[in-house]
């Protein structure tokens, strides 16, 4: 079974309820409808009477819950908890009236903040930034996290390397800017998001172009540094570092280069020294190995929320959706 599909009867084990704000993009409507028919979810579509017709037409969506950001009943209660979260930072009733009203990624995260949702799910036509700004000032990050990082969870076929060809790469799609600390912290979200996810054991590579000292830079030093951080603050975790790729993935070349590690050689969850790294890694192996690339996921936030490619498929929608749920019901 692919893991997605494993990731489906999960979700389908204790549905939970998440949020698609994206009611301007067909896609939505078409994912809606598989996911109410495969039992994978439950919905909630935010858009006007007219958005949904002239978008959804043509698409089962009987079994989804609609709002209407102009006439919901509840839409007092958002306003009210939008101002209570927000006042300090000039949000007045009028203000979040109509910014939930322009912008329904907001509604979204105060239904999951006010309890009527357990997740949502955007990007299809939004920017990542879109998606994650009123995450991070509706939901905010978890106790004692510093920031938002994004993993893939990818699924390489024919693969002997990582959990049988699965692996967390991250960050990808998020910070621009990794100091060590940012770093470690990316190592320990990460490796809590494969065993999650995955269900076995994480092994951490924080991957560099040197292994183990083999290069002087101060590149070098950050994700060295890194390591040595993420050992003091998750000293059960199996992590290492820094490794090249090839020391990471393949035990002769591990054995090599990083003798009596216990991660070099063996790793599944990849830890990239930049963002550009990250992004570029994940669409090399997605493009040239036919890989299957989740995400981009989020972790780090309080109540799951997660982003989409624009250039997604509807059933991306529904993988991303799973995983949301999934998320959910280890929040």
Do not use: W
């Amino acid at each position: 079974m692919a893991f997605i599909d494993k990731i489906k009867e999960r979700a389908k084990a204790d549905k939970k309820t998440i949020v698609l704000p994206e009611s301007m993009d067909k896609r939505t409507y078409e994912a809606a409808e598989k996911i109410l028919k495969e039992g994978i979810a439950n919905l909630i579509i935010i858009g006007t009477p007219e958005e949904i017709e002239k978008n959804g037409k043509g698409f089962d969506i009987s079994g989804a819950t609609i709002v209407d950001p102009y006439n919901d009943p509840n839409k007092q209660k958002y306003i009210d908890k939008f101002v209570e979260l927000r006042g300090k930072k000039g949000v007045t009733p009028e203000v979040a009236k109509e910014q939930m009203e322009k912008d329904y990624m907001y509604y979204a995260c105060l239904m999951c903040k006010c309890g009527d949702a357990d997740g949502a799910v955007s990007g299809a036509c939004h920017s990542t930034g879109n998606t994650i700004r009123p995450a991070l000032q509706l939901l905010k990050t978890k106790p004692g996290i510093s920031s938002v990082s994004g993993f893939f969870l990818m699924e390489v076929p024919d693969c002997e390397f990582g959990e049988n060809g699965l692996f967390v790469f991250a960050d990808c799609a998020v910070n621009t800017d990794f100091d060590s600390n940012k770093l470690a912290e990316i190592a320990g979200l990460s490796a809590e998001s494969f065993k999650m996810l995955v269900g076995a054991e994480p092994k951490v590579a924080m991957l560099s172009y040197s292994s183990m000292g083999s290069a002087k830079h101060d590149d070098v030093t950050k994700v060295a540094d890194a390591v040595k951080i993420a050992h003091e603050k998750f000293p059960e975790l199996k992590l290492d570092g820094e490794l090249q790729l090839d020391a990471a993935l393949v035990p002769s070349v591990g054995e090599a280069k990083a003798p009596g590690s216990s991660v070099a050689g063996h790793a599944n969850t990849l830890v990239f020294p930049s963002l550009e790294a990250g992004n570029i890694g994940y669409k090399l192996v997605q493009r040239l190995a036919k890989a299957g690339a989740y995400g981009p996921v989020l972790q780090g936030l309080s109540m799951p929320v997660n982003d989409l490619s624009r250039g997604c498929f509807a059933d991306d929608i529904v993988g991303v959706v799973a995983i949301t749920a999934v998320q959910a019901q280890q929040a």
